[in-house]
């Protein structure tokens, strides 16, 4: 089984805490999805039979395309891949576009989930991110898919904002669990350079939360969900009677991947690649039949430090025996040597044969991670 990943490179507007590669000129759109499509066409045979269980339209912000576009789009795929039956097809959307004419559209495609960018059920906090929708867009967006039939809904939120209250995130938190979606993925704010809030961070217009709020945000997140019956598969992925985002899923089991558009990457196990994050110099690419990606072979080492990153993150944790039987010796001693202070704070644990993260290790996951990676 493997994945499909679709960049939709346009937005609207910017939102100040966004790295993605995007843009907010539309001229394009239309060159983009014919361009999309000879991709598509082009790569027919890199997975060779292989079937799709997961599609996925990223971006950007894929709701902007018409519905004939995202028509077209699964109409090329459907004809170049095998495309299971049951496949997930996920669309992110921001609340404001939908409307009651694009989700009877929607409805009308085998589009069978969608990812909504609800990020705060508060207009301050919307505000300071620049989002285009307010808090009644957010919630009636969420009644609107809902009402059109879409069964399968998942929603962003963020927290750790410059001023958050821990009394405003957790009106987010309870405001989300009332919806009864199926899935709630939950990000601290992180400041990437070349975003909005870093300039702020940096000129001291904004400040980062203190760690004990942040810490104490994500703890409410955790105890909130739980309570209302979400499980915890990812640090910051939760789902309600196992509506695991396949996408998502495939990703950290390092199923092979497709990724089309600019910024797109692919994974076959052996490599990645990644297109080019630029939709000029994409489409001029497509057009000149011109090489528009790069690739790197990934040696055992990156392949071990890829498993410690997919696989401590998920409730699935890290297998002593599959680490045993796919890599050498050396990266195993190395594990075992690092997990074993974790496991001393109690900051992992093992169980079976499995290391995971517990509560206070999920965290700082990150830091923990760093310090399983092997390094030459
Ligand atoms: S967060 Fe989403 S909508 Fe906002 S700029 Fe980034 S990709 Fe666009």
Redesign the pocket.
Known sequence: MAGIYIHIPF?K???H??D?Y?TTDFGAKTDFVSALNQEIEWRKNELQQEEIASIYFG???PSVLKIEEISSILHHLSNCFSVADDVEITLEA?PDDLIPEFLEGIKNTPVNRLSI?TQSFHDADLKSMN?RHNSQQALASIQAARDAGIQNISIDLIYGLPNQTLADWKDNVLKAVALDVQHISAYHLTYHEGTVFYEYLKKGKIKELPDELSFDQFKLLLSELKKAGFEQYEISNFARNQRYSRHNKAYWERKKYLGFGPSAHSFDHQSRRWNVSSLRKYLQAIDEKGPFWETEVLSPQDQYNDYMITSLRTKWGISLNYLQTNFASKYVSHFQHEAEKYLESKHLYLEDGIYRLSDEGLFISDKIMEELFYME
Request: include cysteine.
């Open positions: 937005c507007t910017k939102c805490y966004c993605f995007k971006g950007g912000t921001n960018g989002r």
